[in-house]
């Protein structure tokens, strides 16, 4: 098992930056990639980066050039820095983590090829 706990959401004005954090613990030698997910009220919960276990990483196109992914060789902290806001980022942020023997594709953004989820935490970004 692994748990994942985020932090770092919060309000923002339009332009400006956050950064979020997921601490994982547990089991984490038994996972693959790592990713962030998001969800906005009446929306479908959306792949926004993943990271795998040697540093590469992947972006939705909707953040590319505006966020960063990152994290720590052990797998137990996954980072996302948001920059360049836009209340369309708005939205609940996950942070997930791919078991190895579930055979999930590394860096998916598929949220079926997770299998570890956080709580959230929420993101409000105003025009």
């Not at 693959?32 to 969800?39: D, E, L, T």
């Not at 579930?102 to 709580?119: F, H, I």
């Amino acid at each position: 098992q692994v748990r994942l706990v985020e932090s770092g959401g919060g309000s923002v004005q339009a332009g400006g930056s956050l950064r979020l954090s997921c601490a994982a613990s547990g089991n984490t030698g038994n996972t693959v990639s790592m990713a962030w997910f998001r969800k906005a009220p009446g929306k479908e919960r959306e792949g926004v980066a993943s990271r795998e276990s040697f540093g590469y990483t992947k972006y939705a196109g909707s953040v590319k050039g505006r966020f960063t992914i990152s994290g720590d060789s052990a797998k137990t902290a996954l980072f996302l820095q948001m920059s360049s806001l836009t209340p369309e980022d708005s939205a609940m942020y996950y942070c997930a983590a791919q078991r190895r023997t579930s055979g999930g594709r590394a860096l998916s953004l598929m949220s079926a090829e997770y299998d570890y989820w956080g709580q959230g935490t929420q993101v409000t970004v105003s025009s």
